[in-house]
């Protein structure tokens, strides 16, 4: 079992530019979440799906960040356009439906 | 809104002594919680839990303590190790299955 998966590790990119962070989870897995760490919130819940259909995207900040999961086994999370603030490290985790979450080894993006 | 608070953004301990990481919560339909490590460059992972119907869950050097009059947790880690040093996020769930997490302490054990 690879784990959770998330590609890229490191994202570079300029300010206005389109960001997109992959996620694959564990096979089997119904749940999804996507987190984002800050030194100041720690790791905020940005939106979670169960059987690929979102159920909470609460903690989505803005209009500009949004979350698809076309199938079971993929994940993406977008922001157009990038801004500043947007620096942060991104988690994916899965579970099944308990509270057994796995995490992903994150993306560290920087948009300068 | 925080629902959940790690108020202490790090720790500092000695190697052996008993390292102490606190956490308060503001919903009480939070019914089970959490503590994750995480270590640089890598995603947290699971380390200890306990439902609101404990008060005290213990896994060897490891033992959470829950006060829900207060809505407190702490984990205690005794005796403390080098290799313990890492960031500890407290998390709180309630029916909904969602984690909702802490900012974090960040412990270091001094050898």
């Known amino acids: 079992d690879a784990g959770v998966i998330q590609s890229p590790r490191h994202e570079v990119t300029e300010m206005g530019q389109e960001v997109t962070l992959r996620c694959k989870p564990i096979?089997?897995?119904?749940?999804l979440f996507w987190y984002r760490q800050t030194m100041m919130r720690g790791l905020e819940l940005l939106i979670y799906f169960n059987n690929n259909v979102p159920i909470d995207d609460s903690g989505m900040p803005e209009d500009r960040f949004s979350a698809k999961m076309p199938n079971a086994s993929f994940s993406t999370l977008k922001i157009q356009p990038s801004e500043p603030r947007d620096s942060a490290v991104y988690f994916c985790?899965?579970?099944?439906?308990?509270?057994?979450?796995?995490f992903g080894s994150g993306t560290r993006l920087t948009v300068v | 809104d925080q629902q959940v608070k790690q108020n202490s953004p790090s720790l500092s301990v000695q190697e052996g002594r008993i390292s102490i990481l606190n956490c308060d919560y503001t919903n009480s339909m939070f019914d089970y919680f959490l503590w994750y490590k995480k270590y640089p460059a890598e995603g947290p992972t699971f380390l200890i839990s306990?439902?609101?119907?404990?008060d005290k869950n213990e896994d060897g050097r490891f033992t959470v303590f829950l006060n829900k009059s207060a809505k407190h947790l702490s984990l205690h880690i005794v005796p403390s190790q080098p290799g313990d040093s890492a960031v500890y996020f407290c998390?709180?769930?309630?029916?909904?299955?969602?984690?909702?997490f802490g900012q974090g302490t960040t412990l270091q054990v001094k050898p």
């Open positions: 985790a899965s579970t099944t439906a308990n509270y057994g979450y796995t």
């Open positions: 306990i439902s609101s119907i404990k």
């Open positions: 998390a709180a769930s309630s029916n909904t299955g969602k984690l909702i």
């Open positions: 096979s089997g897995h119904d749940y």
